[in-house]
């Protein structure tokens, strides 16, 4: 049994983007079959996660694996979501829904490539001021042309009709008609399983490596011939990608981009969604989305069973959201994710003995990313 | 990518799931040609209605910028529901009415309302607050077929297309009215006033100039415009105390009355103040003066006397109205914690006429009957608003009219008679439905129309 176990471990475990593949075949799995047994608010509720995740996933990549950080992801979001909503703002817009998407994409990589141009001079504290101007400044585009953007009312998204090969697909797998609701959490949810394998593989590849190598010590980095500025906008402009696709998920979610939705909180949120979950996984970074989409729901439903008021039920939600995050920083410093992935490693090898296993973790990076920045500003 | 691997093994995987997909696969999809929209209304069992129970739902700023005052509203709702619901209900039926946050974000409010329509199967939504929030849900209900009564806001879109939105209702008189209104009295009784317009950037601004242009056009000299949310509004003010305004009329917020106030008084800016509707609750400006200055300015019911403002239900410096003696009792017995206020008293005004619709609706209760009752029935209704609702198969528009008062001593003083009107160019007239002078029906229940 457990040489049958290892014999399998290896095949898989001998390619990177087979492992993905498969474990994304399970999510894929998973996801249609959670998917196919919620109900139509929960579905709406796991696209909404699903957007989140998408968006934290990319910060999480480029605060864990490259060690910048970004207060202005909220705003490539509402980039993604303008995008998605200019191009489907009628229903019979006539563009399909994947080029939306890539356009959505394309457009936010470009925003990211340029700002991430100016982010890599940056460190620390300067960066953090600079994407923050980014998250206060986006939504003022769109007050300042109301014209095209919609103003403080901003623009509706109209989802085009479901394709007749998707509804015929979705019947032959599931046995039920597709609802609009399930058709959107399905999508958003391929959307994160397309990133995140997109996104992982990256970073165990050479690129991942050097943004890794530049986080931990960017005077080692270079002498090893690799080139600070281009792994920083390289980081910056993937991170965007992702936060593009989520803003396009979004809009498809809410069926709305206005300015409101997109504030500063929404960026503070992404980056405790990445914190609570563990800074560098993946998995971390969806941990952190789910607490914040199912959170508060949870808290003021508690609130309103207990005899509180709907006022009080409300102010309940973000209190106790406040308290798990403290409580989360106070006892698992590295995160949900990153703490348990510690404990896992550590159990690991004390059974296994000291000495013997080097079986390293490679995203397990909370506590050296932040050490090590402020060991790069002093050069 | 895949013919890089050496190993065949993750491709034997996926097929071997794919296999597994379809095996279990159902055959063909029986074409209904449906899209999967249920709940249209029609048909015996309504969502949300059972034997002795109607479930409805709202979302509101309970939380944020801009909770103070909106807030109360559905305390005032919850209160008068209550209070039927302790009569006997509606026809048998007890009124279960959920509120939901959503911060005044529009994301918020599609997220709360996807829940209260799809989770908690509400029967109709009423009164759900605010001209962006709400219109980002309104297209969803009216594809679900949910009835959307009495949106708390006067936006024209919710009433001036009922074939695009036939679930929407509009409660409130809308802005542009009230500006046609506000801007026919300005001609006639102050015609060598230099006016400039204070308005907040969206649906409520453009709808109000839209109106007061109609007659005022020549004397305007200045319009200002404030992005709701960016609290600095000097360059707004300044602006029209250059252009040399000496009566501003101001389309904002309660929240923007105060800033607007104190940045007069900074500038030493004396014009004639008249503040629509919306942002001339004397009592909750007077808190929220005294709160921006930290106490530099004495709030109180007093801060906004010598303003000119409308109103179009009585509220609560109209003591002995015997509208608001009901809403009193209503609040004394239902009531949480804390006074009366205009607030209150608007999410009461709304509910009576939710609880009239429900009457008109009948005994079997569909939503769609609920929005047939109310195109046939909604133009005679009594009840607390000054002048008759709009109602009907055409327009989906409210309360049509307003009188100008001037408050003093926190309380209003009629300028005018009710004058009621329609958008577009439509005459303004003294009412003549006798609505102002009408009292509740004993038990302060309303009786079936």
């Known amino acids: 049994m457990a040489t049958a176990l290892r014999r399998g471990r290896t095949w898989w475990a001998g390619s990177v983007l087979g492992r993905h593949l498969l474990v994304a075949l399970l999510g894929l799995v998973v996801v249609v079959v959670v998917l196919e047994s919620a109900s139509d608010f929960r579905n ?33 979001m509402a980039i993604g979501a303008y995008t998605t909503a200019l191009l489907l703002d009628d229903r019979d817009a006539g563009t399909p829904l994947p080029l939306v998407v890539l356009a959505a994409v394309a457009v936010t990589l470009l925003v990211g490539a340029v700002v991430g141009a100016a982010a890599a001079r940056l460190h620390g504290p300067y960066l ?34 479901i394709p007749t090969w998707v509804l015929d697909l979705a019947f032959f797998v599931t046995g039920q008609d597709l609802t609009r609701s399930r058709y959107v959490a399905c999508l958003a949810w391929l959307t994160l399983i397309v990133t995140f394998v997109l996104l992982a593989n990256l970073s165990r590849t050479r690129v991942g490596r050097r943004w890794r190598a530049v986080r931990d010590d960017e005077v080692a980095a270079e002498l090893a011939g690799i080139r600070l500025g281009r792994a920083r906008v390289s980081a910056f402009v993937v991170s965007a990608a992702a936060a593009g696709a989520a803003g396009a998920m979004m809009a498809i979610t809410v069926r709305l981009a206005a300015p409101s939705g997109f504030t500063i909180t929404l960026s503070l949120t992404l980056l405790t969604a990445v914190v609570l979950g ?42 106790v959201y406040g308290l798990v995050m403290v409580v989360v920083v106070l006892v698992a410093p590295a995160g949900l994710v990153g703490t348990a992935r510690t404990a896992l490693l550590r159990r690991r090898l004390q059974r296994a003995g000291t000495g013997t296993s080097t079986s390293t973790s490679t995203d397990t990076a909370a506590p050296t990313s932040t050490s090590t920045t402020s060991k790069g500003t002093t050069t | 990518m895949r013919r890089r691997l050496h190993r065949s093994a993750p491709l034997a995987a996926v097929l071997a799931g794919a296999l597994l997909l379809s095996a279990c696969g159902a055959g063909g999809r029986s074409d209904d040609g449906d899209g999967g929209d249920e709940g249209g209304g029609g048909g015996a069992t309504a969502p949300g209605v059972t034997e002795d129970s109607i479930t409805i739902g709202a979302h509101f700023p309970l939380t944020g910028v801009a909770a103070p005052g909106y807030n109360e509203i559905p305390t005032g709702a919850k209160a008068y529901f209550d209070y039927v619901n302790a009569q006997g209900g509606v026809n048998g039926r007890q009124i279960e009415y959920l509120v939901r946050d959503d911060g005044y974000n529009p994301t918020n409010t599609s997220s709360v309302t996807n829940e209260l329509v799809l989770e908690e199967e509400i029967f109709a939504m009423v009164g759900g607050l605010g001209t962006p929030t709400h219109s980002a849900v309104v297209d969803f209900l009216n594809d679900e077929g949910v009835p959307d009564f009495f949106v708390s806001s006067g936006s024209l879109q919710w009433g001036d297309d009922p074939e695009n939105a036939p679930y929407t209702f509009g409660w409130q008189p809308d802005y542009e009215i009230e500006g046609k209104i506000i801007g026919q009295y300005v001609a006639e009784n102050m015609p060598d006033a230099k006016v400039g317009l204070f308005l907040q950037d969206d649906d409520f601004g453009d709808d109000a100039e839209k109106g007061v242009r109609q007659f005022l056009d020549e004397q305007i000299v200045a319009a200002e415009r404030y992005t709701s949310g960016n609290t600095d509004v000097g360059p707004q003010i300044a602006g029209l105390q250059a252009a040399g305004a000496d009566l501003v009329l101001a389309f904002n917020t309660p929240s923007y009355t105060a800033l607007s106030q104190l940045v007069a008084l900074k500038l030493g800016y004396q014009p004639q103040w008249f503040y629509s509707n919306v942002g001339s609750d004397a009592d909750l400006v007077g808190s929220l003066l005294s709160r921006f200055s930290e106490g530099a300015v004495e709030g109180g019911s007093g801060s906004l006397d010598g303003v000119m403002t409308t109103e179009y239900i009585p509220g609560v410096d109209q003591p002995d109205d015997p509208w608001v003696q009901l809403w009193q009792k209503v609040w004394d017995e239902h009531g949480e914690k804390g ?5 209150r008293v608007y999410g009461m005004s709304h509910a009576y006429a939710f609880v009239q619709a ?33 109602y009907s198969a055409d327009s989906h528009l409210g309360i049509s009219g307003l009188r100008v008062v001037e408050i003093r001593d926190g309380a209003g003083e009629d300028l005018t008679p009710v004058l009621v009107t329609d958008i577009g160019d439509a005459e303004i007239a003294e009412d003549d439905s006798g609505q102002d002078g009408d009292a509740p029906p004993e038990s302060g229940v309303p009786e079936a129309p």
């Open chain 1, 44 to 76: 709406l509720q796991l696209a909404s996660m699903a957007y989140l995740g998408i968006a934290a996933g990319g910060l999480t990549v480029l605060t864990g694996l490259n060690g910048q950080i970004s207060l202005g992801h909220g705003a490539l």
């Open chain 2, 358 to 390: 429900l009457l008109a609706a009948g005994e079997d209760l569909t939503r769609d009957g609920l929005v047939e009752a109310m195109e046939e029935v909604g133009a005679d209704l009594d009840g607390p608003q000054l002048a008759p609702f709009r």
């Open chain 1, 278 to 319: 563990g800074l560098g996984s993946l998995g971390g970074a969806l941990l952190g989305a789910a607490l914040l989409t199912f959170l508060p729901q949870v808290v003021t439903d508690l609130g309103v069973d207990a005899g509180l008021s709907d006022i009080q039920a409300a102010e309940l939600a973000p209190l």
């Open chain 1, 128 to 161: 953090a001021g600079a994407t923050l101007a980014l998250a206060v400044a986006v939504p003022g585009i769109a007050l300042y042309f109301k014209e095209q953007l919609g103003g403080e009312q901003g623009l509706r998204v109209v989802l085009p009709d």
């Open chain 2, 339 to 343: 006074e009366l206020t205009n607030y």
